[in-house]
């Protein structure tokens, strides 16, 4: 069965400090990634795709960057974190139309 | 992307049945409906898709109106599990898959 792992589950940085969350997924090959932000009380927005090792399209300008190094790693990074970068941050992958997307379990990302 | 419009917030009593609706008056032929979830502090949760049939799964059942400008989402015996935030959301499926989330309905479930 395929399965998402996205970690840390928390993490609290200072502003300016550097940021790489990782996301990883198994049980299947070639997946479409994804990257998602929630700010508090906010809804979703798409950061970042991927349909392929090293294809990256980013959906808002913004501090933040991703890289796809392998097929089923996607890495969401930062040089250095702005306060509005804190947020809830979501990973998913797509199987295709008839699945819909698969979340990870989430970081709550608070910057300060 | 479709347009959709859905109730802020909705509230069931436990046990009894839900009906979620969904307006997508824009939506594409070939767009699919996808409905998901996000309980609190969680990430999405698919839920259920259709394209013009109804349908059913074991979480939910799928009714979308014959000129497909509308759907409803239906939870048979809503549980205070089932409160969350639902989304509506048209996906055409093509290329890169992209699900954009609106608002949603927030449900809350009254023991």
């Known amino acids: 069965s395929q399965t998402i792992h996205q970690w840390p589950a928390t993490l609290v940085q200072p502003v300016g400090s550097p940021l790489s969350l990782e996301c990883t997924v198994e049980g299947t090959s070639n997946p479409n990634l994804y990257w998602y932000r929630q700010a508090a009380g906010r809804g979703l927005q798409l950061l970042f795709y991927?349909?392929?090792?090293?294809?990256i399209s980013s959906e808002v300008p913004q501090n933040l960057s991703a890289s796809r190094p392998q097929d089923r790693q996607f890495i969401l990074s930062s040089k250095k974190l702005l306060l509005s970068d804190s947020g809830f941050y979501l990973c998913?992958?797509?199987?295709?139309?008839?699945?819909?997307?698969?979340f990870g379990s989430g970081t709550r990302l608070t910057v300060v | 992307d479709a347009k959709t419009t859905q109730p802020n917030s909705m509230e069931s009593n436990e046990e009894e049945p839900v009906h979620l609706p969904c307006n997508h008056s824009?939506?594409?032929?070939?767009?699919?409906i996808h409905w998901y979830r996000q309980l609190p502090s969680q990430g999405p949760e698919y839920v259920i898709h259709?394209?013009?049939s109804n349908v059913n799964n074991r979480m939910a059942s799928l009714a979308i109106a014959e000129d497909r400008k509308s759907s409803t989402l239906i939870l048979h015996r809503a549980t205070l599990r089932d409160a969350a935030v639902y989304y509506c959301?048209?996906?055409?499926?093509?290329?890169?898959?992209?699900?954009?989330f609106g608002k949603g309905t927030k449900l809350s479930v009254i023991p």
């Open positions: 991927s349909v392929g090792i090293g294809q």
């Open positions: 998913a992958w797509a199987r295709g139309l008839f699945y819909g997307y698969t």
């Open positions: 259709g394209l013009t």
């Open positions: 959301i048209p996906f055409s499926g093509a290329g890169s898959y992209q699900l954009t």
């Open positions: 824009t939506i594409s032929g070939t767009d699919y």
